[in-house]
């Protein structure tokens, strides 16, 4: 399935100071609500397969952030196994993708051995990072979205479902990847 809504094009919101917590996560200006054409608020998280991952080491190649509500769900696995399938693609155009969501590392190390996951998981358990980019919904649960940044860190491409049950596909990631370093 696909998400056929928009691509995100708000405008930046209002600067705000660095938050300080077991989450780092820059929320300086165009941070708090970013979209197409802002630059990507920076954080770092940890992650599987073990470590932290910041997004600003990845300064100079394009990142596909992917949003997804939990581990062991139905779409959330079919999108991740979709991503995975397509991970080599991704890489033979320089793009790494991450994908985040409020589970824990141990669940995101039983998701991913369960389910031949070969997209690294992040583990954003405040959901800092998730309030960052805008992709909370009302009772504070993640919405499915995803963004393509450009390797000048400037996001190029931003779809938030509404509904969570859809994703986007692969094929189309990779074309708005193609794009952003255009």
Do not use: W
Request: proline share 7%; net charge negative.
């Amino acid at each position: 399935m696909t998400d056929a809504g928009p691509a995100d094009a708000s405008p930046a919101a209002e600067s705000g100071a660095a938050d300080v917590g077991s989450t780092d996560v820059d929320r300086s200006a165009s941070a708090r609500h970013p979209g197409t054409g802002d630059a990507a608020p920076d954080f770092t998280l940890e992650g599987v397969p073990g470590g932290d991952y910041r997004l600003s080491d990845h300064a100079g190649e394009p990142v596909v952030l992917v949003f997804y509500p939990a581990d062991n769900t139905p779409v959330c696995t079919q999108q991740l196994r979709s991503y995975s399938e397509s991970l080599d693609r991704f890489g033979d155009l320089g793009a790494t993708v991450l994908a985040l969501s409020p589970q824990d590392v141990a669940s995101h190390e039983q998701f991913a051995a369960d389910n031949d996951i070969r997209v690294p998981l992040l583990a954003d358990t405040d959901k800092r990072v998730a309030e960052t980019y805008n992709i909370l919904g009302p009772l504070g649960f993640y919405r499915r979205s995803v963004f393509v940044i450009g390797p000048d860190g400037v996001i190029r491409f931003a779809r938030r479902s509404l509904s969570s049950m859809t994703y986007v596909p692969s094929d189309q990631l990779l074309d708005a990847v193609r794009a952003a370093q255009a």
